[in-house]
């Protein structure tokens, strides 16, 4: 389900030919191929995550194309302005509270002016599901095993500086997701 939700976010983020692409929160790497097709053999991809482990497993479907970092996603060891665009799936929700404004300037910081951002990530809903429930009581009860939370990604990007271009709500396991396209303002 979740390969389902990376490629129509990867998708949406239009990856042009020989751009150069960061994909934040990386793990396994299920999106660098994805990633390295739309940006060619003149592009540049780039997957970061603090997870050495997850690296690891994202070495086996990177086909030597994809440069992998081991870094703090609010932390990122990139040149300002370096990045045509920059995927984050099932990441925001990871951070703690006050690390996502710090985080969301990071990424601001690596964009070129006009670089794109989609985010995915699971929102909040108003009228919660019984899955929707489940999922926060386990949330409160195992953080461990549990450790993400709802977010309302339009509200974070417009709130770190970002434009909105496009917003999609979808589900996953019966939870909400929102896929949202944002840019990096030009001025």
């Not at 994805?34 to 050495?52: E, R, Y």
């Not at 370096?82 to 690596?110: H, K, Y």
């Not at 006009?114 to 909040?124: D, E, H, N, P, T």
Request: include cysteine; hydrophobic fraction near 45%.
């Amino acid at each position: 389900h979740e390969q389902r939700i990376r490629s129509r976010a990867t998708e949406l983020l239009a990856v042009q030919p020989g751009e150069h692409v960061l994909d934040v929160g990386a793990g396994t790497g299920q999106a660098l191929p994805g990633l390295l097709k739309s940006a060619g053999l003149g592009g540049m991809v780039i997957g970061v995550d603090l997870s050495i482990r997850m690296l690891a497993q994202a070495q086996k479907l990177r086909d030597g194309a994809a440069r992998l970092i081991q870094a703090d996603a609010a932390l990122l060891p990139l040149a300002t302005g370096s990045q045509a665009a920059i995927l984050a799936c099932f990441t925001l929700e990871i951070f703690p509270e006050d690390e996502v404004r710090p985080t969301l300037a990071e990424w601001l910081r690596v964009l070129e002016p006009g670089g794109r951002l989609c985010v995915v990530a699971m929102s909040v809903s108003r009228r919660p599901n019984a899955m929707e429930r489940l999922y926060a009581w386990s949330a409160r009860v195992m953080p461990d095993v549990v450790d993400c939370r709802p977010v309302d990604a339009v509200l974070l990007l417009e709130q770190g500086g970002f434009s909105l271009l496009q917003t999609k709500q979808t589900t996953i396991w019966g939870l909400p997701l929102q896929i949202v396209l944002a840019e990096k303002p030009s001025f």
